[in-house]
């Protein structure tokens, strides 16, 4: 009886242990794919509150595309695998769930925001 309790343990302790590391090997980890996604979204800022306000004249989509596209490079993956990796975690909506609160919380860290052209941050 104390061997199938003590394996009992054992279970539930590992799999109440387990990081958030566990996802296939061809998809993105959770780490970075959260660097990946805050960076794309930096970028989709950077775009549109400040690159495309300066020059109207720029494609708005190809601009928004040459910037994911240096975000991958940054991170060096491929689209494929983003893409790949993006519908992993929209079909595990916990693991995404966990990207987007750190994500949020990053966004609130006062160093990180980014205001808009003429605004400043709000002081402390």
């Known amino acids: 009886m104390r061997g199938l309790l003590a394996f009992l343990l054992f279970v539930v302790f590992s799999w109440g242990c387990q990081s958030r590391q566990d996802v296939p090997n ?12 805050f960076d794309m979204l930096r970028s989709g800022n950077l775009v549109n509150n400040f690159i495309l306000t300066k020059d109207s004249s720029l494609p708005k989509e190809q601009t928004q ?6 975000v991958l490079v940054f991170h060096s993956i491929s689209e494929q ?16 769930a966990s990207i987007m609160d750190s994500i949020s919380k990053r966004e609130e860290d006062p160093l990180i925001k980014i205001s808009k052209p003429g605004r400043t941050l709000p002081a402390e």
């Open 81 to 96: 695998q983003f893409k790949r990796s993006f519908a992993y975690y929209q079909n595990h909506p916990a693991l995404m």
């Open 65 to 70: 595309i040459d910037w994911i596209n240096k």
């Open 26 to 37: 061809d998809i993105i980890g959770p780490d970075k794919m959260e660097a990946v996604l």
